[in-house]
């Protein structure tokens, strides 16, 4: 169909508008980079670590776009469609996070005296922040003090948007005139994290007055969270008080007594670590030549299912008493015994709690 002679204006913000946002946004990336910076020094002077990550994210969606008509002879006949869009992150902080978009917002359908006239397409790209304000396992933003909600990006998160950015528009039936192709755009969403990186998303977001996009999306992040080390109790030494020297006997010598070690697991592993082994090791050559015998006992922390925790605690006693096993200590002189998350040694409502509940205990008799 050749172009029509009328004119559809697309892209009604003016250059003072994006002038007038421009200066907040600039603020607000100068704020979240000085949010990083103090992160960075929190992290150094020993407090909680949060870790930056990159991540991308794609999705889906149904769009709102509206070109004005000049003419009452020339009307919108439909100005929903399907959308798409991709995107790339950083988290910055446990606040904010910046984040690069590009997305198809489908087309708006022209009609003429009635009659179908062509249509006009939108996409759009650009840039912004994101802060996040609620998340459910730790609370509002500002209060956060838990390593696992916004520290991890973990469980549901409630955020909002702003940023700038670029439209373009396409027609083959219909000449159109856009007049200012920069845009501003605001949105807000709600996140779930997964501990494996991924997230599901679902965001309004609407570009100044010609498009919205309500979508749905997956993301995922890149890279490891920072894990609080694991505090292993230490023992403690008695020092017995000197006996006097008797005339007709020599000296008493004692000997340190033998402490089994404690043994930590991997979140949902039973395989032994490289420190796990080591330990071992040492154990199994002070016990290879006695003849006493040992319960060896797992544990789990409670994030899981009680029945697979009891599993799981099962098979991490198991692999301590096979390892024994192979460094020569006969195996009919080990019982093992698995606890689930019924026998935790600390809170498990931490991050620090839980590492140090996935254990294995030997104990002699």
């Known amino acids: ?44 002077s020993g407090s909680t670590a949060f870790s930056k990550r990159l991540y991308i994210n794609g999705g889906v969606g149904v769009t709102q776009v509206e070109p004005e008509s000049p003419s009452e ?3 919108i006949s439909e100005n929903s469609s399907a959308g798409g869009h991709l995107g790339i992150g950083y988290d910055l902080n446990r606040l904010l996070t910046v984040e690069g978009y590009v997305a198809e917002l489908g087309e708006a359908e022209i009609d003429f005296l009635g009659a179908a006239a062509g249509t006009v397409g939108y996409q759009v790209f650009g840039v912004s922040l994101l802060g996040y304000l609620f998340n459910t396992q730790s609370g509002f933003g500002l209060g956060d003090g838990d390593t696992n909600g916004l520290f991890r990006r973990e469980g549901l998160s409630l955020y909002g948007r702003a940023g700038i950015g670029h439209m373009r528009n396409d027609s083959e039936q219909v000449t159109y005139r856009r007049d200012y192709p920069s845009h501003a755009a605001f949105g807000v969403g709600l996140e779930y994290g997964f501990q494996n990186g991924f997230a599901l998303r679902s965001e309004l977001m609407s570009m100044d007055t010609d498009a919205k996009y309500l979508n749905v999306g997956v993301l995922k992040r890149f890279g490891d969270v920072a894990v609080p080390a694991a505090i292993v109790p230490a023992a403690v030494a008695t020092v017995e008080p000197e006996a006097p020297v008797a005339p007709v006997a020599p000296p008493v010598q004692t000997v340190a007594p033998l402490v089994p070690p404690y043994l930590y697991f991997k979140f949902d592993l039973s395989e032994l670590t490289a420190d796990a082994r080591q330990k071992l090791d040492t154990f199994a050559a002070a016990v290879k030549d006695d003849d006493r015998t040992f319960f060896v006992n797992g544990h789990t922390d409670w994030l899981a299912p009680e029945q697979y925790n009891m599993s799981l605690s099962v098979r991490r006693a198991e692999a301590v008493a096979n390892y024994l096993a192979g460094q020569g200590i006969d195996r009919k002189r080990m019982t093992t015994i698995g606890y689930g998350e019924t026998r935790p040694i600390s809170n498990n409502n931490t991050e620090n709690g839980r590492t140090l509940n996935r254990r294995a205990e030997i104990k002699m008799r």
């Open 73 to 75: 002879a020339l009307t």
């Open 1 to 44: 169909m050749r172009n029509r002679s009328f004119i559809i204006n697309v892209q009604k913000m003016n250059n003072a508008a994006v002038k007038s946002m421009a200066l907040p946004l600039v603020t607000a990336v100068v704020v979240a980079l000085a949010s990083a910076s103090v992160a960075d020094a929190e992290e150094n």
